[in-house]
């Protein structure tokens, strides 16, 4: 006996929709007719799994620790009641301070403390220690009535850097482009890890 | 059999102690019920647990007759699975049980979930603003619901989740073109 053909889907579920399912966040009445579509239908369980393979990966990647990205002081706590090791360094702005990582470290999050006003928009700029930017995260998200931004960079990169120093800087940009210097930070990376 | 076998006829043909109409339930059936488990349960071991206990109370019903509509299998099955489901999390003990007194036989061989080039879904993701790397990061780690990214960003849920549903759309087509 051979496995049939997949039937069409005349109504498919939304991308949207599907993700939100697998993430429980539609209402009872939503998810329940989903549900009852995927019972009904192999295409669309197929756009499922297709979404949990997505989701799996993502979720994967957010704690592998090998991403930038700015991210919020709870998910910092979440990940170290998670049981994840955060090794997280809080320069004083326009100071500087020693910091590496080990091989057992999960996370690598600069934390910078910073008065971001009323700034329409943030850049976070990562410059080597000849002040030569390497990389510019244009327009941060910027927490409600925060006064610093948490950055995680990548562990992964970290753990395989030799010594070496970096800035960062934070710049309000204005409409035309105008930068301005909100703070700057200095990491001096020691590298620990043989090899 | 094939897919224009429908599920009326199957349930009537079980009735009539049909045992391949049986294996068509099983392999009709079963991958569906394991997308329902992977969703309520998080846990591919317990899904197939899952789909093992919905299979046989279903095949049990239809052989006694008690679908008294017979197109109403899917409707059936459905009821099945939030029954089962609510009864994983009642009683762990009652899952072994099940499982002890029945075994792997009526399992059909799950569609597996697909695989991702991590290092491909890591550029992609990497490419995306910063303020949706943010809310994808936030939203996967532990899947939080919008609130907690929405009360980070100062934007509301609604505007967290065009923001997640606009980055997933750019991932996939990321994730396409690479493929």
């Not at chain 2, 929405?150 to 396409?176: D, P």
């Amino acid at each position: 006996m051979t496995a049939p053909a997949r039937a069409d889907c005349s109504n498919p579920i939304e991308p949207a929709v599907l993700v939100d399912y697998w993430l429980a966040l539609l209402p009872p009445p939503e998810e329940e007719a989903v549900e009852e579509h995927l019972l009904t239908c192999d295409r669309c369980g197929d756009r499922l799994r297709d979404t949990i393979a997505l989701a799996e990966g993502l979720r994967a990647l957010a704690r592998s620790g090998s991403l930038v990205v700015v991210i919020s002081d709870r998910f910092v706590q979440r990940a170290r009641e998670a049981g994840q090791r955060v090794r997280q360094y809080a320069p004083p702005r326009g100071g500087s301070i020693q910091c590496t990582v080990a091989a057992d470290d999960d996370l690598l999050v600069a934390d910078l403390a910073a008065d971001l006003g009323r700034a329409a928009r943030v850049d976070l700029s990562w410059c080597d220690r000849s002040g030569v930017e390497r990389q510019r995260m244009t327009d941060i998200p910027v927490g409600a009535g925060t006064d610093r931004v948490i950055c995680q960079q990548s562990i992964t990169f970290a753990k395989a850097s030799s010594s070496d120093t970096m800035i960062a800087r934070l710049l309000a940009v204005d409409a035309t482009g105008v930068e301005r210097l909100i703070g700057e930070y200095t990491f001096n990376h020691t590298r620990t890890i043989p090899g | 059999m094939n897919v224009e076998v429908s599920d009326a006829d199957l349930a009537q043909r079980i009735a009539a102690g049909d045992t391949d109409a049986e294996a068509e339930v099983c392999r009709r059936m079963g991958p569906r019920i394991r997308l329902y488990g992977l969703r309520h349960l998080r846990s591919a071991a317990t899904a197939d647990d899952l789909v093992q206990q919905v299979l046989l109370k279903v095949i049990e019903a239809l052989r006694a007759g008690r679908l008294r509509e017979a197109d109403k299998l899917a409707p059936f099955v459905l009821g099945t699975c939030r029954m089962t489901v609510l009864d994983l999390r009642r009683s762990a003990r009652r899952q072994e049980q099940l499982l002890a007194e029945f075994g792997a036989d009526l399992v059909p061989e799950p569609p597996p979930v697909p695989r991702l080039d991590g290092d491909q879904l890591a550029r992609c993701v990497q490419a995306l603003k910063e303020r949706e790397r943010t809310v994808v990061v936030l939203t996967f780690y532990d899947e939080q619901s919008a609130a907690e990214a929405a009360g980070f960003l100062g934007i509301s849920e609604a505007n967290v989740r065009v923001i997640r549903h606009r980055a997933v759309q750019q991932l996939r087509a990321c994730m396409g073109a690479a493929a």
